[in-house]
């Protein structure tokens, strides 16, 4: 099975910081990091390669998020800085064909259940 489970969300004042994991179970792929506030369409945050070798980020959160990833452990990661409430959403992550600018990724495969980050003083 492709499962994926996010985990690492939770309160944070703004200017903090949290770190996310997507675990990641049967083959490696390349993943995508997406987001949802309420009310609004989902929004992808940021991808890694298969191989690890591309990173791309939003505009939004570029210079304050690092994507990375263990094979080892089959876990990638999502550091993110400086958090705004702007960023408070459900983050999900999911399998993609190809890491390139955000608007056009493409997923595959079963997607997680999702981790909340609320961003608030």
């Known amino acids: 099975q492709l499962l994926l489970a996010e985990s690492g969300g939770g309160l944070v004042q703004p200017g903090g910081s949290l770190k996310l994991s997507c675990a990641v179970s049967g083959f490696t792929s390349g993943i995508a990091w997406f987001r949802q506030a309420p009310g609004k369409e989902r929004e992808g945050v940021s991808c890694i390669s298969n191989s690890g070798d591309t990173t791309n980020y939003a505009d939004s959160v570029k210079d304050r998020f690092t994507i990375s990833r263990d094979d080892a452990k089959k876990t990638v990661y999502l550091q993110m800085n400086s958090l705004r409430p702007e960023d408070t959403a459900v983050y999900h992550c999911?399998?993609?064909?190809?890491?390139?600018?955000?608007?056009?990724?493409?997923?595959?495969?079963?997607w997680g259940q999702g981790t909340q980050v609320t961003v608030s003083s």
């Open positions: 999911a399998r993609i064909t190809e890491c390139s600018v955000m608007a056009t990724l493409r997923t595959f495969g079963s």
